[in-house]
């Protein structure tokens, strides 16, 4: 009787001991599930200054030894839980044992005799039970597929849903902020009308065929800005399955330019050794409407100049005034021709001596044709009248080399023309030449071009820097080394500026600070630019890649692979797009 | 025998706390370079035919404790040794329970390769259940262990609660074999409640659910077994057939009624007599009824779970991230899941995961619908087993649900004259 007392005493001890163990034990838990031992606000600030103090020894020994405490604390703790856990295992041994031992004699004992189980009944019962258990669970069953049904048929009914879904998609498109999620709608109506992925009826085209009033007149649309005012863009297309694609069209030449489009012609070119040529095309019908021939040029050398393979002889893009549209090519020939095909103009302005082979591309404000004319003896920025060809100004450089091409953009309150190279990114007055202001930052092979937005000027290159200007005064902003561009340029919200490598890391910087904000590691080398459309970043990488970002968090939207290698920098128009592969010219328009 | 068994428990325990605690690296460079880690070649071999070996042989013990010894003391000490080491020691993995999954993965996809000692796991107390019953239930199995060695007292249900629950087991079973058909989860790796006591750590929703199992386990015979294992429903069939048949004396019952209740998931039945009287035709139609119903329930369940197989095949990845990615679609302003993010991060293409979502909901039609037969098929069963009448003139043991536990060899007084001395451990 003595030995049945204490086996409870003991186990009513280990079971008070157990509660108080296992509730100090789960506030414990939590408290760790709640804490971030490397992320304390402590450790933060530490961090923070020393990326602003790079050789700061003393704290980083001080964030060292925060580091090790912190860690420990940590470890502590949950050593402590484990031999809580092990304290816990061995009381309900204890527990279980003195509970066992104060129980061994009380046996269970039969109650036949008070109350004998009648089995038919219990069967009977059990048929009961189970009989009412199976039906309810077949009602509820039931009820579930006809309210599933129901709602299915609610929601699938009318096709109109999703022109709603676009249309609402499409206001919410005004607001930058909601891109994103417009996006998703874009991918909910391409993925919805995958039923309608033949190439649109060509006929049923020819009665809705507008001159298109967005344009995009220069390499990375107008004014080379990296960004268009299109909207409707297709987020999702397929060349095999034509889904999206309203046409796909063969280039006769070769070349790495990008697509420039102005009512409804597209313009590129493309050279080998016996011709250079510009091509217009159809916007609607990807149809070759003419072409025209840098030929019979006075000082057109003879022989075609040595070029990288990567570069080619027409890898300037060219531009366009909406009357006139002028090309250059790495033999220095300029051409001009107005929307019918009609060669205004020729001339050559010098074969450039350019190792890798020309590539700047063409701008024109108004009827003012500018080109940054590189060259490794004689760097120059030229103005040329887009109807005659005649030189309004030209201003000399000691620059050194570069491939970037210029941009046009509001700087305070006004337009100026930017250009980047080694060693300086600098401002003109297109009208006049006149330099505003120059900050050399540059340095190495310059091939990425400028970017600009809310009056802040934009550049970066490898082995340089990133670097914001503000366009007004030339100051400095702030620069960064994060990720910096190859061939791709930069394109620029007010708030974010984006950047793609050739070795497969994007990347957008905060255009207030330079602090990178967000990037993602795709693995694939770029040369093509990104482009701001509709609050979305284009971007295809050199293999064909499509990669959609949210222009407001840099999110990725969505990525596929096209299958065609891309270089070129695609243009945007109304609900279209027009890239340039290394094959061939195709439209994404929304089926 | 005590003494060993504890400080083994103790050793095995103590071997676990050796793991170490992962944590990240510093992310603060010193100019240190780590050195490269180099993992040994696990030998799990022979833990695998150390888990094989130990399992026959317990397995034969709570054979030869229960036929020829009539002794719970082996069998309990089984529990303790089937805990300590498939429990804590192998971290209750791979287990006989959870083998199902893995053996109706390899029958449906001849791609997936069934490692040989699972197979064994999953036959050998098959096995064993046709030839003794459900000597693996007895203390072999951690899960059945566990509850056992807690078990103090054993409340229990009123019999026609506890039939109809008996049903849960074979829809928690249709739903694990649907599941793995199907590839899209192990639904008892997912819900096993003792896994995270077991492993010392994990989901806190399951460890919660373990121990409000373990403490039920104190008043109520092994809850888990009797009303949610699927593999124990599966046991229960063979052991039902099983060529010997477990008595609980060889001496004869006298129905003194002793064992009557100190069986924790009652099964053991008391002679069959009967104070409702029923007109003999209304038993037979009934019969008859239950028999045209069988195939009619099966039917019914196969349409009726069938009929979800859309609902269900949620459970699949693919097909929840497809879902999710046309909710997306359909509620723009929705905050996009983790999953859809990294759908779009990784270049998913929506319409190669449709095709992969076509192909897996088909599987589902033709697996929920079998499913859905396998648990119709069960209630018609037990329904028509519900109207049989037995005649029966003593005690004895309902060899589907018996478990081997032994309790009721210490209650019968036929056994006593040859367990004149008992350890203490039988009075466990």
């Known amino acids: 009787m003595k030995m049945r007392k204490l086996y409870r005493n003991i186990a009513i001890v280990t079971a008070v001991f157990m509660l108080v163990l296992s509730v100090m034990m789960g506030v414990s838990y939590y408290q760790m599930q709640q804490v971030s031992p490397l992320e304390t606000g402590v450790m933060e600030t530490l961090k923070e200054l020393n990326e602003t103090n790079d050789d700061n020894e003393q704290l980083q020994q001080q964030i060292r030894e925060l580091d090790l405490l912190s860690r420990k604390a940590y470890f502590v703790q949950e050593g402590q839980l484990k031999t809580g856990i092990y304290l816990l295992i061995g009381m309900a041994l204890i527990l279980m044992l003195c509970l066992n031992l104060y129980f061994k004699d009380t046996k269970s004992l039969p109650d036949k005799q008070l109350d004998p189980i009648d089995e038919w009944m219990m069967k009977s019962h059990a048929r009961k039970y189970l009989g009412w258990a199976a039906a309810i669970a077949a009602v509820v069953g039931i009820g579930f597929v006809v309210s599933r049904s129901i709602a299915d048929k609610l929601l699938t009914a009318p096709s109109d849903n999703q022109d709603e879904l676009l249309a609402d998609s499409h206001q919410s498109g005004e607001n930058i902020e909601t891109d994103s999620l417009q996006v998703v709608a874009d991918i909910a109506a391409d993925t919805l009308s995958t039923a309608q992925q033949d190439v649109v009826d060509t006929t049923a085209v020819e009665d809705e065929m507008p001159e298109l009033k967005i344009a995009s007149k220069a390499f990375r649309g107008n004014n080379s800005s990296a960004s268009s005012s299109a909207r409707g863009i297709a987020t999702s297309w397929n060349l095999k399955g034509k889904k999206n694609i309203l046409w796909q069209s063969p280039i006769p030449k070769h070349g790495y330019n990008s697509p420039v489009i102005t009512g409804r012609s597209i313009f590129i070119t493309g050279a080998d050794a016996q011709a250079r040529e510009l091509y217009c095309f159809d916007v609607w019908t990807g149809e070759l409407k003419w072409t025209v021939k840098a030929d019979g040029i006075a000082g057109s050398p003879s022989a075609m100049p040595k070029v990288n393979e990567d570069t080619g002889l027409a890898a300037s893009t060219v531009a366009t005034n909406g009357e006139q549209v002028a090309a250059i090519f790495a033999t220095g020939d300029v051409i001009c021709a107005d929307m019918d095909g009609q060669r205004l103009w020729a001339k050559n302005i010098g074969l450039p001596d350019n190792h890798y082979g020309y590539a700047s591309s063409l701008l024109m404000l108004g009827n003012t044709l500018i080109i940054q004319y590189q060259n490794n003896s004689n760097a120059q920025i030229l103005a040329l009248s887009a109807k005659d060809g005649h030189q309004i100004w030209s201003k000399s450089s000691k620059d050194k080399i570069a491939w970037s091409s210029p941009i046009i953009a509001t700087l305070g309150g006004k337009s100026a023309l930017v250009v980047m190279g080694n060693p300086a990114i600098a401002a003109y007055n297109p009208s006049n030449g006149s330099e505003l202001w120059r900050v050399e930052c540059m340095s190495g092979e310059v091939g990425s071009s400028p970017a600009s937005a809310g009056g802040v000027v934009f550049g970066a290159s490898e082995y340089a820097k990133c670097i914001a200007i503000d366009g007004a005064t030339g100051e400095t902003l702030w620069e960064a080394s994060d990720y910096l561009p190859e061939c791709s340029s930069l394109a620029a919200t007010k708030d974010l500026v984006f950047c793609a490598t050739s070795y497969g890391m994007v990347c957008a910087y905060d255009a207030k600070t330079g602090e990178v904000k967000k990037e993602h ?60 592969t290394d094959k061939s010219l195709y439209c994404v328009k929304k089926n | 025998m005590r003494k060993l068994l504890f400080l083994f428990t103790g050793f095995v325990t103590s071997l676990s706390a050796m793991a170490v605690a992962r944590f990240p690296k510093p992310d603060f460079t010193s100019g240190y370079e780590y050195p490269d880690i180099v993992h040994g070649a696990p030998n799990e071999l022979l833990w695998n035919v150390l888990d094989i070996v130990l399992l026959i042989a317990m397995m034969a013990l709570v054979v030869w404790a229960a036929y020829k010894k009539r002794s719970r003391a082996v069998i309990y000490s089984v529990s303790f040794v089937s805990v300590a080491y498939f429990g804590f020691f192998r971290s209750g993995c791979v287990c006989s329970v959870g083998s199902i999954q893995n053996v109706v993965m390899a029958v449906v996809n001849p791609d997936y390769h069934l490692p040989w000692y699972v197979l064994l796991l999953f036959l050998l107390p098959i096995l064993f259940a046709l030839l003794f019953g459900r000597v693996f239930c007895a203390g072999v199995c951690p899960l059945g262990a566990l509850q056992e060695l807690v078990n103090i007292k054993h409340f229990r249900l009123a019999r026609s609660v506890s039939a109809t629950l008996s049903i849960i087991p074979w829809v928690y079973l249709a739903f694990t074999i649907l599941y793995a058909a199907t590839r899209s989860q192990f639904l008892i790796c997912r819900l096993d409640p003792f896994i995270g006591i077991f492993r010392l750590g994990g989901d806190i929703g399951m460890i919660s659910f373990g121990i409000v199992l373990l403490v039920m386990s104190i008043f109520i015979g092994r809850p888990f077994c009797q009303f949610l294992c699927p593999y124990g429903a599966l046991l229960s069939v063979f052991s039902a057939l099983s060529w010997k048949k477990l008595e609980i004396t060889d001496k004869g019952c006298i129905n003194c009624a002793l064992c009557g209740k100190s069986c924790p998931v009652d099964a053991i039945r008391a002679p069959q007599y009967s104070k409702t009287k029923e007109n003999r035709m209304k038993g037979v139609h009934r019969i008859i009824f239950f028999a045209i119903l069988l195939p009619v329930l099966t039917l019914a369940g196969a349409l009726l779970i069938g009929s979800q197989s859309n609902a269900l095949s949620l459970a699949h990845k693919d097909v929840y991230l497809y879902e999710q990615l046309l909710q997306q679609q359909a509620h723009p302003n929705m905050e996009e899941s983790l999953e859809v993010e990294t759908f779009h991060a990784l270049g998913g293409d929506i319409d190669e995961l449709k095709a992969k979502v076509d192909d897996i909901r088909r599987d589902y039609r033709i697996y929920a619908c079998l499913a859905g037969a396998l648990i119709g098929f069960v209630i018609g069963f037990k329904l028509l087993k519900l109207s049989l009448k037995r005649s029966r003139q003593t005690y004895e043991i309902s060899l589907a649900r018996c478990t081997v536990c032994g309790k009721c060899f210490n209650y019968c007084p036929q056994n006593k004259s040859t367990q004149h001395k008992q350890p203490l451990i039988s009075y466990l």
């Open chain 1, 521 to 580: 590691d795709l693995t694939t080398p770029f040369y093509s630019s990104p482009v701001v459309v509709d609050g979305k970043v284009y971007l295809f990488s050199n293999s064909g890649k499509v990669y959609i970002f949210s222009a407001s968090t840099f999110d990725l939207i969505t990525s596929f692979d096209t299958g065609e290698k891309t270089f070129a920098t695609p243009a945007f128009t109304d609900g279209m797009m027009v890239v340039r």
